[in-house]
């Protein structure tokens, strides 16, 4: 169905045009694996060096080799969202295409309210939108009275109207009663009946309806860009008439409407998936600051001994190892793994 462009008003300024979701869920049949820095239920005692002191963490798995299935299922959730996030990237990038509409379509002015003084210069405006982006607009000028109540002339619309709740609505009708297709973009201009520059502030409306099939085309930063434009310009009457706030509204946009843009939007958040994936991915499969010190630690018992090495001074942990972890010399014996047992 046809939607907003947006549109505007002499005392109310301009809006914009009238959803994608997502959620996940993850499960698996290994559980994450946790280090932290005190004891918690499964948890087994390691100790490293650091700066010749040792360091003792807790961890549920053997920090020393970390966990097979746990770094094949953490490769392959990287590895789609490492996809899911390029494929966001090249989402980024839209180079609109020129719509295949029917050659019996064509741009037309209906200008019921007489306020377009300069028919031939709005034609070729929208003619020449048209030859680039294949989306035939039609520009219709009616009455307030038209939506708010009264009697209309407007063709395929002579009788007494009901009061619509705004000229959107007025529009929304005029495209499903004129157009059987989703592919126009049609401009109301909305007028008093009977307005003279004499008359002081002019009421007036405008409002842009669009087809379903115009989307790609005219997308929402483009509608809004003209929005803007058409806005300023109507508002600035003593430079402009309705003509050429019309026609120059749409001779700006025409040079542009086709050029590649870039979605900002998804190009951030693409930027900043693949950021955490990597992040996610060096963690979990090792590669991290501590993958060094984590591979040469030894487990030990919350009961471990700390005991100076003879030659260098440095500390180390009884009933861990056979030579100091700082300067390799022996250690006694009776300070070596399994040596209370024997």
Request: aromatic letters at 12%; one cysteine or more; charged letters at 20%.
């Amino acid at each position: 169905m046809p939607h907003s462009s947006g549109g505007g008003s002499h005392s109310g300024g301009s809006h914009s045009s009238s959803g994608f979701s997502s959620s996940s869920s993850s499960s698996g049949g290994s559980s994450a694996k946790h280090i932290k820095n005190t004891s918690f239920p499964g948890a087994r005692r390691y100790v490293y060096y650091e700066n010749y002191r040792p360091v003792y963490v807790y961890a549920d798995y053997d920090i020393r080799k970390g966990t097979a299935s746990g770094k094949v299922w953490s490769i392959i959730g990287s590895a789609v969202s490492l996809l899911f996030g390029i494929m966001l990237i090249a989402l980024c990038y839209d180079k609109p295409q020129k719509m295949d509409t029917s050659p019996s379509y064509h741009c037309e002015i209906k200008d019921t309210a007489g306020v377009i003084d300069d028919m031939d210069k709005v034609q070729d405006a929208i003619v020449d939108f048209y030859d680039v982006t294949g989306i035939p607009v039609e520009i219709m000028t009616v009455n307030n009275e038209d939506w708010q109540g009264g009697y209309s002339e407007l063709e395929d619309f002579a009788y007494w109207q009901g009061n619509y709740s705004d000229l959107e609505n007025y529009a929304y009708d005029l495209y499903v009663n004129h157009f059987a297709d989703e592919s126009h973009w049609l401009i109301v201009y909305s007028t008093p009946d009977g307005y003279s520059s004499s008359d002081g502030f002019e009421d007036w409306y405008w409002e842009g309806m669009q087809g379903n099939d115009t989307d790609d085309v005219l997308t929402k930063s483009v509608t809004n860009s003209f929005n803007d434009e058409l806005q300023n310009n109507l508002t600035a009457r003593t430079r402009y008439t309705v003509s050429s706030a019309i026609s120059t509204s749409f001779d700006d946009l025409t040079p542009t409407v086709m050029k590649s843009k870039v979605n900002w939007t998804i190009l951030f958040t693409s930027i900043a998936i693949l950021a955490f994936v990597c992040l996610h991915a060096c963690l979990m499969i090792g590669i991290n600051p501590k993958a060094r010190k984590y591979a040469k630690a030894k487990p030990c018992s919350d009961a471990a001994q700390e005991k100076a090495c003879e030659y260098c001074g440095y500390t180390y942990v009884v009933d861990t190892c056979t030579e100091c972890p700082h300067c390799g010399a022996p250690i006694p014996p009776e300070d070596q793994p399994g040596a209370r047992f024997t």
